[in-house]
């Protein structure tokens, strides 16, 4: 009865998940708007059940409480953020030009430039200059200008020509938003990581030969020396491999390899050897065989499936939250998939962590950079609902058996395929993350 509520929590997130790819797939405005009007009802029934249930049935376990009120505040300051006004607006201005924040301070737009990559002519930056109460200001990309409880952001521009002089001329449109309940989502999301942390308690894992589970790879009867040899050797071989593209890839683009699917697989394939190998050390007898299978069958060949082109990294992605965003979700990917494969059950602690360090990091990253730390896109709901199970993986984990322990987590590696397939996917219709 205790992980009902986080199982029913899940569950209601995946078809929320599901009905944010369905709208998005009409439009993305219509998806935001939609997901957002409906999430505001739905919010605070899920607050007061998570302040009402989750005070009464976690008390005594600090990190499940933890995570209660973690979700409880963060809704909480969503509500309020969302219930204040005004709340946001938006400035249309070209050099010369004063706009008016929230009627807090005006700011003197001076100059607004586009820089170019020169290699490729895309855009690599948009930047406004201008002066509030005095003083010079910058707001481009990642970089907003935060004053008296506002946040202003560099959203886009509009190019028009000058019907006297024949000229470009370039205004730029600036958002400015004043979320109130910033504190409370802020305090929410360090409760959140607290309560994730003391879930580092080790798993009793599951041995690759246990009957009872159903991904067994191999009949312990039959060891693995004949061949391990020659397996470890291609292994070694192919960890190298993807880790030289990786290091020219890296030098080639001029950023961490991590930009889309491609990238993002390749990096998972360079990094599994090394679980592998630690895994090994930790006695877990199966482990070169099944991370072997994963990248030779899964990782590399679906790799190159992927659009692989070399671009620059787009302004929204030239941030400080971009390499450990994207490696929080890779590393806690691997774990929590080669976990529903019987390997590492014991770092399944770890995996979560992770899970909950990228949505974290995600949330802070889209404030910074889109004036919201929550935007209802596909990619955000899946990866909240792929959260979601695993917490209620832990919530009931006590009173799972073993096969019942392997299929949960099997459910999870399935949640988290569906997440980057609609990383992969959402090039097919508009959404926040179209550019992975």
């Not at 600090?62 to 979700?71: N, V």
């Not at 993807?242 to 990096?267: D, W």
């Not at 909950?356 to 730390?373: M, N, P």
């Not at 955000?380 to 299929?407: C, D, I, N, P």
Request: with cysteine.
């Amino acid at each position: 009865m205790k992980g009902l509520g986080a199982i029913c929590a899940a569950a209601l997130l995946v078809v929320a998940a599901a009905v944010s790819v369905i709208l998005a797939c009409c439009g993305s405005d219509r998806a935001l708007d939609l997901m957002h009007y409906h999430a505001a009802i739905g919010a605070v029934g899920t607050f007061a059940v998570a302040c009402l249930l989750g005070a009464v049935w976690t008390w005594r376990r600090p990190a499940a409480l933890l995570l209660h009120l973690g979700l409880a505040l963060v809704l909480a300051g969503w509500i309020v953020g969302l219930l204040a006004s005004p709340r946001e607006g938006s400035l249309r201005l070209r050099a010369g030009q004063i706009g008016s924040v929230g009627g807090a301070f005006n700011f003197d737009l001076k100059d607004f430039s586009i820089d170019y990559w020169a290699d490729t002519g895309s855009v690599r930056q948009y930047t406004s200059r201008g002066v509030v109460d005095g003083e010079p200001q910058t707001i481009s990309v990642n970089h907003p200008l935060v004053k008296d409880g506002w946040w202003v952001y560099q959203n886009s521009y509009q190019e028009m020509t000058n019907p006297h002089t024949g000229k470009p001329l370039f205004f730029t449109i600036l958002l400015c938003v004043k979320d109130v309940g910033l504190p409370l989502v802020f305090l929410g999301g360090i409760l959140l990581l607290v309560g994730a942390l003391l879930y580092l308690r080790p798993l009793t894992a599951l041995s690759p030969s246990d009957p009872t589970n159903p991904f067994d790879p191999l009949n312990p009867s039959k060891p693995l020396t004949p061949l391990k040899p020659l397996l470890t050797v291609l292994y070694a071989l192919a960890f190298c491999g993807a880790l030289a593209m990786l290091i020219h890839r890296g030098l080639s683009t001029g950023h961490a390899p991590m930009q889309n699917m491609y990238e993002f697989l390749m990096c998972t394939a360079a990094l599994l050897p090394i679980l592998t190998f630690f895994a090994h050390r930790a006695g877990e007898r199966h482990a070169l065989l099944v991370d072997a299978a994963l990248q030779a069958l899964v990782l590399v060949p679906v790799a190159f499936f992927m659009d692989g082109t070399v671009k620059h990294l787009m302004p929204a992605l030239q941030s400080p939250f971009f390499v450990p965003h994207v490696g929080a979700y890779v590393l806690g990917y691997v774990i929590l998939v080669r976990a529903a494969f019987g390997v590492g059950r014991g770092l399944v602690g770890l995996g979560f962590l992770l899970l909950t360090l990228g949505l974290v990091l995600g949330a802070t990253w889209g404030k910074v950079c889109w004036g919201h730390w929550w935007q209802f896109d596909p990619k955000e709901m899946w990866s909240l609902a792929t959260w979601f199970v695993y917490a209620a993986f832990f919530h009931v984990r006590a009173r799972l058996s073993s096969r019942g322990e392997t299929l949960f987590l099997a459910a999870g590696a399935a949640m988290i395929v569906l997440t980057l397939t609609w990383i992969n996917l959402s090039r097919l219709f508009t959404g926040m993350h179209s550019y992975a």
